[in-house]
């Protein structure tokens, strides 16, 4: 097997072919676009991503927000970068009244050479998440760190199939991280081909700097050297996640924002 070269471009491509789509969700996919329908109850419940397009920005727009609607949404939150096609869109989507709600670091880390150091905290434990209380601690983080609704049984059930496809092959997983015994933090992966794909890494705000977020970032990444993977891809705040992953190894390789606009 030919061990692909990560430069900037291929790093950037693979993020951008980044697209999650649960079972759940309703979508409409193109070569250009992609929208999905999420639950309500998430904190962006309608997303547009785009793969690329030769047409003008306006009549995307046009296009993806009729879509949005037919599927009964009146907000969508877009996910664009630098290298976004056509170069106008994002201009276009300011000019009817979009805001920019997010912006992230595209952060990828060659994985040939092995994990580097990331020493956990003291009293740090790590588990794989495999059962049904494992789920809901892991959703309660996540609803902690970053927002969002409690966790109800329906989305639990949902995490549970999630989980139950990568038990046996590390495709996809979870895992916890402990503090004396307390979830502290979580975070989650997909291996796609050669690609680790970071996400969902958060930590419970009365428990930041004890070592549990990097504790939950080594898990992953042993778990990604194992399965074979040669780059961990992930999207890091920038004003929170990605100065830490940057100091543990990463590297910058470009923006992605977020926009949210009401149709």
Do not use: K
Not at 3 to 19: C, F, H, R
Not at 127 to 140: I, N
Not at 230 to 256: K, N, W
């Amino acid at each position: 097997m030919v061990t692909p070269i990560w430069d900037p471009e291929s790093v950037l491509a693979a993020s951008n072919e980044w697209a999650w789509v649960p079972d759940h969700a309703r979508s409409v996919r193109t070569d250009e676009y992609l929208v999905v329908a999420y639950p309500p109850t998430y904190l962006t419940p309608t997303g547009a991503r785009l793969f690329g397009s030769d047409r003008e920005p306006a009549e995307v727009v046009d296009e993806v927000h009729r879509v949005a609607r037919d599927l009964g949404r009146e907000r969508i939150w877009w996910t664009l970068s630098d290298t976004s096609r056509p170069s106008g869109l994002e201009a276009e989507l300011v000019r009817r009244g979009a805001q920019v709600v997010e912006r992230m670091d595209v952060l990828g880390l060659h994985l040939t050479d092995g994990v580097p150091e990331v020493a956990p905290g003291a009293d740090v434990t790590v588990t794989r998440v495999v059962d049904r209380d494992g789920v809901r601690d892991a959703l309660v983080l996540s609803q902690s760190a970053f927002g969002g609704s409690a966790p109800d049984d329906e989305e639990v059930d949902r995490g549970l199939v999630e989980i139950a496809r990568g038990l046996g092959d590390d495709s996809v997983g979870r895992v916890v991280a402990s503090v004396a015994g307390r979830p502290a933090s979580t975070g989650g992966w997909g291996i796609v081909g050669p690609v680790c794909r970071l996400w969902g890494a958060g930590t419970h705000p009365d428990l930041r700097g004890l070592g549990a977020y990097r504790a939950v970032l080594r898990a992953r990444l042993d778990i990604a050297v194992r399965a074979g993977a040669t780059l961990a891809l992930t999207h890091g705040r920038v004003d929170t996640s990605s100065p830490i992953l940057r100091r543990l190894g990463f590297r910058r390789y470009g923006e992605q924002r977020q926009l949210a606009v009401d149709l």
